[in-house]
């Protein structure tokens, strides 16, 4: 294998964890440059062995001083459009992280840009993909072992101490991060449309701030079993210092209801600050039921008609970044595609429609009504055939 020299737009904790884990499962490689304001992910990169390589002051000076085997895009969402298409330019292969991009325009202008073709490589941070248990739950479906898929219920409950980092972080911003859905759980609904195998013909959904709110500060909040200090962390790029009383104007909770178009119908709950955590698929079919605990890393199956005792699988690796052995999975997976051509997990294509999907659910959240997504998809299949006249 070469050592990979890799250029990083964005040097944050993710692509420190992305870097470090693709170290971990064997690749030799190189941060042959990076631009970052203020690198929030320096002392993880460190931790990991791995040098910060040279200091680019702009992301085209940067691109300027190529070759590179790899571009890595680790910028808060906003930035994701312009960083990406000037990565797409350069043209050597690209990591981005998700959501790929942060609105329904920019979905648009990317789609019709990666259907004219002639980009290279594009890999997708939805590292849920890469999980064994993710793919034998997508391999059952496949497979048929539960039938025809009739309905979802999935949730999505996080620690308070992730709440209050979502609170602090850039993330409480719709202008940085789009919204606490689209940033969170964009993982869990592109899975969702694997599941279906449609995509979102109707969407409704309510949520809102009740929980970061000012009315809820306390001077010093303190754990109770331990009585260290609470929601006390680093709060990175453009943080605020209390999570209670910032600017945020995202959500701290929310629920939404998905009707796709071959009627499968899901209801999704999540919840930033709860006392038992939570990330749970369970997905009936007309044949089976599973349920995945993707905090546990546990899968559960039984026939509809059985009454022997359920199929339990434990995929053990549980760490504590809660992605228990996905970094590294998606890391080998990189590797695969880049060394030998291997079909990565995910398209771009698919990151494009999970991203929809979350901002069908935020508009639908905002309007208070039911929403069509029709439209919404008649735009985005327009853009991709105006710009490709082979996908039209
Ligand atoms: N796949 C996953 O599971 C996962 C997990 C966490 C984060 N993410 C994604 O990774 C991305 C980064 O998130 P994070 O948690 O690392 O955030 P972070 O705040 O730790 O890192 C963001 C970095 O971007 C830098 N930055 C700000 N403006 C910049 C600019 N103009 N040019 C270059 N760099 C700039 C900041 O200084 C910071 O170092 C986000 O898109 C996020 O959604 C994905």
């Known amino acids: 294998m070469k050592t990979y020299r890799i250029a990083v737009i964005g040097l944050g904790q993710r692509i420190a964890h992305v870097l470090g884990a693709m170290a971990e499962v064997g690749w030799r490689l190189e941060i042959a ?9 320096a002392p993880i990169l460190e931790g990991f062995g791995i040098a910060q390589g040279r200091d680019f002051a702009t992301p085209q000076a940067l691109l300027a001083a190529g070759p590179y085997d790899l571009v890595m895009v680790g910028s808060p969402n906003h930035l994701h459009f312009e960083h990406l298409n000037l ?12 959501p790929i991009v942060r609105t329904q325009a920019e979905s648009l202008a990317l789609a019709a840009r990666l259907a004219a073709g002639r980009t290279p490589s594009l890999f997708l941070g939805l590292v849920m993909r890469s999980m064994p ?7 059952r479906i496949d497979a048929g072992d539960l039938g025809e898929i009739i309905s979802v219920d999935a949730t999505e409950h996080l620690p ?25 759980v ?3 609904f592109d899975i969702f449309g694997r599941i279906a195998g449609a995509r979102p013909a109707k969407v409704a959904s309510f949520g809102g701030r009740r929980i970061f709110t000012v009315e809820r500060s306390e001077s010093a909040p303190r754990n109770w079993d331990t009585g260290e200090a609470a929601y006390a962390f680093d709060p990175g790029w453009q943080g605020a210092n209390d999570a209670f009383q910032s600017d ?25 600050h709860v006392g ?28 509809a008609l059985s009454r022997a005792r359920p199929e339990r699988i434990d995929f053990g690796e549980r760490t504590a970044d809660a992605h228990n052995g996905a970094d590294q999975a998606m890391a080998r997976d990189l590797l695969a595609s880049l060394e030998d051509g ?21 508009e639908a959240m905002e309007s208070g009504e039911v929403l069509d997504c029709r439209p919404m998809w008649a735009r985005y299949d327009a853009a991709m055939s105006s710009a490709s006249p082979s996908r039209s």
């Not at 440059?33 to 992910?41: N, S």
């Open 133 to 139: 248990i993710v793919r034998e739950v997508v391999g």
């Open 160 to 184: 308070p101490e992730h709440g209050g980092y979502l609170a602090r972080n850039w993330r409480r911003k719709q202008a940085w991060g789009g919204s606490y859905l689209l940033d969170k």
């Open 248 to 272: 945020m104007d995202v959500t701290d909770h929310q629920t939404a209801m998905i009707e796709y178009e071959n009627q499968v119908r899901l209801s999704f709950h999540a919840n930033s």
């Open 87 to 98: 990565a797409l330019d350069a043209g050597w292969p690209v990591f981005a992280e998700k």
């Open 276 to 303: 038992l955590t939570e990330r749970r698929w369970y997905v009936a079919g007309t044949e089976g039921t599973l349920i995945a605990d993707l905090v546990r890393n546990r899968l559960m199956v039984r026939r």
């Open 342 to 362: 291997a079909a990565f997990p995910v398209t771009p294509f698919d990151s494009l429609e999970a991203g929809l999907t979350v901002m069908a659910i935020d």
């Open 186 to 188: 964009c993982h869990d």
């Open 33 to 41: 440059g990076q631009t970052d304001p203020a690198p929030v992910g």
